[in-house]
């Protein structure tokens, strides 16, 4: 009996390289639906057809859930091939043995029977849903694995960046991410170990259905659709301020734009962004990002960057007399609202938008990335950010206030000119 290791009707291609790949652990992650249990059941299944010696445990948290998954995405393949003939399927306990060599297949829970131990020089583990697997788990399963040719394959979507799992295998995220927040190849701070990202789109073998429902969390939780659907990162994210944002090409064709400006010099950047609405979308630009500028350094680099008397710039209120040297220059500023809610009303505010940000934007995005709430010592919300890493976001928020002001409310106007 023969299967052919590279027909594309078996196999999605993007994981093809990984069937001979023998580093001693595998980690697949990334979106729903990228086919990362199958071909992990594929890779075990195959190794236990063509190697001389083999014995793959299936592992999971919870003993009973490994039937309905990994077990059963087994037993569909050997259908799928033709083989039941070939193995002996036993439900209770979970064992699959391939007949002709006497090769099997086990099953661990967490929760139970978790004898590593008793099972004879096992070669490898499947982890299956890897971040739900504490570390010590971890640790004294795959010690429990020595001698001769041993691999561990660990699938799982990323839904904690500060899991064990990054710091023992990844390197810093800036390494493998682009701009547009995607992952590139990661090359593992450990030289036994090679990583595969992958989503959906690597996944042949995908239906219209699963596609559409995974694209249609960009609407409903975007926090969603960046772990499930983009593959992305996700854990540290619960402190993060915005999730509501993505990289654009272009800053549109649109005849009202606001500027907003916040004033630093010597330890902060001066921050400037060019911001457009067009209904719930927000654009937005970073214009400038500088430490150590003077008002009139200020005045020049807006007449540099086109801007005149024409367009409106909202400003930081605390700095009335930044504001009024710029006025005195000939632009049209004026300070932003301030009042005892108004972070927390501009951040509401921000948070209704879908926030387009214009490629380019390193240091925008960079503060997109970490702007978060405060926190106690037991790790609970202050409700309040962290007053860094905003020298955009802020004049990002008073556009924003600016622009949704409602008169009326507990906001009082401050330093306009
Ligand atoms: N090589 C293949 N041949 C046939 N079907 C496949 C193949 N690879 C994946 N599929 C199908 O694609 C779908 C998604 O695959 P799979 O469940 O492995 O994704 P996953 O990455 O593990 O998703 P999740 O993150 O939700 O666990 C499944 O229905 C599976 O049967
Ligand atoms: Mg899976």
């Avoid at 999730?243 to 907003?260: A, M």
């Avoid at 350094?297 to 605390?318: C, T, V």
């Avoid at 405060?374 to 409700?383: F, Q, T, V, Y």
């Amino acid at each position: 009996m023969k299967i052919n290791l590279s027909d594309s009707r078996l196999f999605n291609k993007v994981y093809l390289p990984l069937l001979n790949d023998t580093n001693r652990y595998l980690l697949l992650y990334g979106s729903r639906d990228s086919a990362k249990s199958y071909f992990a059941a594929q890779k075990v299944l195959i190794d236990t057809m063509r190697k001389p010696y083999s014995r793959y445990i299936l592992l999971r948290k919870i003993y009973a859930d490994i039937k309905d998954s990994q077990f059963q995405t087994i037993k569909d393949i050997i259908h799928s091939y033709g083989l039941m003939d070939l193995f002996t399927i036993i439900e209770n306990p979970l064992k699959i043995t391939f007949k002709p060599n006497g090769n099997y297949i086990l099953a661990r829970g967490l929760d139970k029977d978790y004898k590593m131990k008793s099972i004879k020089d096992p070669t490898g583990i499947w982890y299956e849903e890897m971040n739900e697997i504490a570390f010590n788990d971890f640790l004294k399963s795959t010690s429990s694995l020595r001698g001769g040719v041993i691999q561990e394959i660990g699938t799982f979507n990323p839904e904690m960046e500060d899991s064990w799992i990054t710091k023992y295998f990844f390197p810093p995220k800036e390494s493998y991410e682009v701009e547009s927040g995607d992952f590139r190849d990661v090359k593992s701070i450990r030289n036994d170990t090679t990583i595969l990202h992958t989503t959906y789109k690597d996944n042949d073998f995908v239906t219209e259905q699963s596609i559409e429902l995974l694209e249609s969390f960009k609407d409903i939780d975007y926090y969603y659709y960046r772990i499930y659907t983009r593959g992305l990162w996700g854990g540290t994210l619960e402190g993060l301020v915005y999730h509501n944002w993505d990289v654009v090409d272009c800053f549109p064709n649109e005849e009202v734009i606001y500027y907003g400006l916040d004033f630093g010099y010597s330890n902060d950047e001066s921050g400037l962004v060019k911001v457009c609405f067009q209904g719930d979308d927000l654009f937005v630009e970073e214009v400038l990002y500088q430490k150590g500028l003077t008002n009139q350094d200020i005045a020049d680099k807006l007449r540099e960057k086109g801007i005149n008397e024409n367009q409106l710039i909202i400003a930081d209120s605390a700095e009335p007399k930044s504001i009024q040297e710029l006025y005195r220059e000939g632009f049209a500023i004026r300070g932003a609202m301030k009042g005892p809610d108004s972070i927390r009303n501009g951040i509401d505010i921000l948070k209704r938008y879908k926030i387009h940000v214009v490629r380019g934007s390193s240091n925008l995005i960079r503060e997109l990335k970490s702007y978060c709430w405060a926190m106690d010592r037991d790790g609970k919300s202050l409700n309040v950010p962290i007053d860094k890493l905003n020298h955009l976001l802020d004049p990002l928020r008073y556009v924003a206030l600016f622009k949704n002001y409602v008169p009326g409310k507990r906001m009082v106007k401050v330093g306009s000119v």
